[in-house]
């Protein structure tokens, strides 16, 4: 069992919320909340948990929303999460649940079916997503309609078990969601590791590629943040050979072979990947900062690669995140 307690950070930070980093909850989304204070504790300053079956408040001065629902007259929790009011609506965001899609969210899935003309995607939805042979690019990223031979080479593109990072099109009432991947930016996943996250840890930024630069391996390594929980961390890729660049090679963005990756390299994929593994094991959003922020952290205290012994986490923590963690 663990203890956590809130320490204050070692660098300049602005608090505006119990939890105990700005990188637990991006300004921009606390900007954007229109949630009332009240005896709820439903402010963007105070959560409260409620576990099912527990009552809330009177279903005659408030509306009930999702995570709710009226039993008599009043509004009772249906899942375990935190108490939101907007107005006079009620409702309980759950602490864990799939991802909820939204449209414009970056997305990372794996092909899971190959089908007529479309492709099923596994993103951690509430069901499976799809992504049709029209909202792809072809080799080379031609843009044009899709005839008859480009549907027999579907798997050509993108065949079971690939990995792909995509953008949501749009979503429908059941968690279905349609995908597309019609920027050169989205595609095939190649060179790297996926992890696993609660999608509630991600947040919601203005771009979720990230890339840490050396000496975090020779040619740096580059962080995509799905939205819906899916992290790839991958070797990185020089300015020149990114979309846009001279060397980028639009001709292999469906190609299946790793490029050679050199033991520094790996090394550097497999750091950053147990620095996110260990932020999201303590209930920590990630955002883009706050991984390069703990990467550089090791880097000026020159620990020796591997996972972190207890005490160096219990520091890092303490002094990069802000928090104490108590074994």
Known sequence: MFSINTV???????????IPSTHRRHPAELEA??????????????????????????????????????????????VTGTIERVN??????????????EVGDLVIGRIVEVGPQRWRVDANGRQDAVLMLSSVNLPGGVQRRKIESDALKMREFLAEGDLLVAEVQAFFG????????????????RNGQLLTVPPQLIRRLKSHFHHIPPPCGPTGVDVILGLNGYVWVSNGTSQDKREGGEGFDSEGVYSDK???????????????SNLIKLLADQ?????????????????????????????????????????????
Do not use: C
């Open 88 to 101: 006079k609506l009620i409702s309980v965001k759950p602490v864990r649940s799939k991802y909820v899609p």
């Open 8 to 18: 204050p950070p070692s660098s300049t930070q602005s608090f505006s919320d119990d």
């Open 33 to 78: 909340m229109d949630l009332d204070e009240d005896e709820f504790g439903a402010g963007p300053s105070r959560r409260n948990i409620v576990t099912p079956g527990e009552m809330i408040t009177s279903s005659k001065e408030y509306m009930r929303g999702h995570g709710t629902y009226v039993e008599e007259t009043n509004v009772i929790s249906s």
């Open 258 to 272: 790793n490029d050679d990756i050199p033991p520094e390299g790996r090394q550097a994929i497999s750091t950053v």
């Open 283 to 327: 209930g920590i959003p990630l955002t883009d900062t706050l991984i390069e922020e703990s990467y550089n952290w090791l880097n000026q205290n020159q620990l020796p690669p591997g996972p972190l012994a207890q005490p160096d986490k219990e520091r890092m923590l303490a002094e990069v995140v802000g928090i104490e963690v108590y074994a």
């Open 174 to 189: 059941d968690g279905a969601m349609s995908l597309h991947t019609r920027s050169l930016k989205y595609g095939k996943l």
